[in-house]
């Protein structure tokens, strides 16, 4: 895993590579003073999983909101390429490369 974290104002964005199936791309630190996030991947796939204690991550991929799609069909593993949002209250969030393919992925983390 090899990430940035920049303060752009305020929203924070996390830039994240890997070359393994179940890889870390990206570990954020504390979160919880966002609301709204957006993710995309320029290369792999990758899942999204949540902490709401900060130490203890659901066993299961976060659904995403495929917003390249008129329906914002809801995902659990990504498509490079496209921009997927969601919501909610957390400490930390993780996003794994899901698949062979080496994953370079973007986090946008703000307010909502």
């Known amino acids: 895993m090899a990430q940035t974290v920049q303060e752009l104002g305020n929203v924070l964005l996390y830039e994240g590579t890997a070359t393994s199936d179940?890889?870390?791309v990206i570990e954020t630190g504390?979160?919880?003073r966002f609301k709204g996030f957006k993710i995309m991947s320029t290369a792999g796939a990758v899942d999204v999983l949540v902490s709401l204690d900060g130490t203890n991550y659901a066993t299961s991929p976060h659904?995403?909101?495929?917003?390249t799609d008129e329906l914002n069909t809801p995902v659990l593993v990504t498509v490079a390429g496209k921009v997927y949002e969601f919501?909610?209250?957390y400490r930390k969030i993780k996003v794994l490369q899901n698949g062979a393919t080496a994953a370079t992925v973007d986090l946008l983390c703000y307010p909502k």
């Open 22 to 24: 179940d890889e870390t």
């Open 30 to 32: 504390d979160v919880s």
């Open 63 to 67: 659904s995403l909101d495929d917003l």
């Open 87 to 89: 919501f909610g209250h």
